[in-house]
Each structure stands twice: as C-alpha cells, then as structure tokens.
C-alpha cells in the first residue's frame, strides 16, 4: 500500500523477500490518506518534497538471515546498500551526523584491512576474489551504534548480509540506471565487482533485484541528499 504524505523524499517500507523471487514481488500501490482511521498514521513535520511509504506483499522467506523473528534484538544502526553512485558514502556521512553514530565506509575498511586498493585486487586477482574478500570483511563490522555504507557487491554475499540486517535498518539507495551512469561516468576504475564481459546495465539489472530482497526500505535517491537524509532521519525517529 502508499501511504502519500508530505515531507519527505520518496521512501518504501519493504517487506523481507526471498532473493529468487524479488523479480515477482507485486508492485502494487493504493492511496491512503493520513488522519483518523485504520491505518493512518501521522507525519512529522512539512519539510519538502513527498514522501510515499509501501509495504510490500511478504512471500515466505527461504533464507533465515533474511527473515525477521519477534524476538529479534532492537537495532540502534542503518546499512546502506545499492549501486556505485547511488550516495551511500555521502548520505552516510551526513546521516552519521545527524543520528550522533559512527559512520563506517566499508570498502574503506576493506582497503585498509588487505593494505590494497579494491581496483588493485580487481585487476589482479579478479571480481570473484574481490567478493570473497569484501564479505570476509563484512562478516568482522559491527554495526552496532553505526550508520554503515557498502559497496555496491556487498548484497552477494548471503553471510554478510545475514549479519548485517540482524544488527541494522537495511536500507536501500534506488537510482536508475541512467543516473548511475551519469553520476558514474567512467566506471573502469571505480572498483566494481563484476564479470569482465557484464556491461553496467547487465550489472545494475542483476543487482537491483538483491537490493530489493535484502533491503526494509527502500528510498528514492534521485532526490536532493538533504532530503533524502531529512526522510531517514523521520524514518529512524519514528515521525512516518
């Protein structure tokens, strides 16, 4: 359902989906007003721009590092995930700063952690090693108290992700392709874990669908940064 209110940029509530059905995961969408009655709910604050919330249909999933228990602990952090461009490391700076947390770059980490650079291991050792290596670290973060930003390639790795979502808000950064391409430019160097003969529409095709499947929410990031952190932080705070 959408719920369409004001303040903030556009945002969806997602539910848990199994990776091998995201592709089919109804879209459906049906207007429903704020204000008194089943299932209103109050805004924050007029800001800018719109916000749109939307829960999605919640198949069963198959992965437990992808399903959600009541007795899951309370998690005081936020991951964000989704392509090279999107602004995860941008928005998680300024997300940091806001929310008081520790801000965590993890291909940062990664580079720090082997003493290379990710287009160092690319070209050497090939985008599989530098998966293998990516979710080797991921799996040693603690997100805890933290606003984490990804790399793009961190949602292949189901261990990774597992532990990630169990200690935070996963988030998920949706630009299409086209601004990806022109925030973007020339991607050769920028570290991206694919296969050689993938084009980055071929990549942005098979990611997008394990972006949806791991992330709870789901933020339209063709927006203005300061909205997009003005919609988390409402998220986060509990105003939407």
């Excluded at 749109?52 to 009541?70: V, Y």
């Excluded at 080797?136 to 390639?153: F, H, M, N, W």
Aim: hydrophobic share 35%; glycine share 10%; net charge positive.
């Amino acid at each position: 359902m959408r719920r369409a209110l004001m303040g903030f940029p556009c945002v969806r509530r997602c539910g848990e989906a199994d990776r091998s059905r995201a592709a089919s995961v109804s879209r459906s969408r049906v207007g429903i007003k704020t204000g008194a009655g089943a299932g209103a709910r109050t805004t924050g604050s007029c800001l800018h721009g719109r916000i749109r919330l939307i829960a999605r249909a919640r198949p069963t999933c198959q992965h437990p590092g992808m399903n959600q228990t009541p007795n899951r602990p309370p998690r005081d952090a936020i991951t964000l995930i989704g392509m090279a461009g999107a602004g995860k490391s941008t928005v998680g700076v300024l997300l940091a700063k806001r929310l008081v947390k520790r801000f965590i770059d993890t291909d940062l980490v990664i580079q720090e952690t082997i003493g290379r650079s990710l287009q160092d291991v690319l070209d050497a050792d090939g985008y599989l090693e530098l998966r293998a290596i990516e979710a080797s670290v991921l799996k040693e973060i603690d997100p805890r108290g933290a606003v984490v930003s990804t790399g793009g390639s961190a949602v292949y790795s189901d261990e990774a992700m597992a532990h990630l979502q169990e200690g935070s808000h996963v988030i998920y950064l949706e630009v299409p392709l086209s601004e990806v391409i022109r925030r973007v430019g020339d991607y050769s160097a920028r570290g991206i874990a694919k296969p050689p003969e993938h084009t980055l529409e071929d990549t942005f095709r098979e990611r997008r669908q394990l972006y949806e499947a791991w992330s709870e929410t789901t933020i339209d990031a063709t927006q203005p940064v300061e909205q997009v952190v003005d919609g988390i932080c409402a998220l986060y705070n509990g105003k939407t």
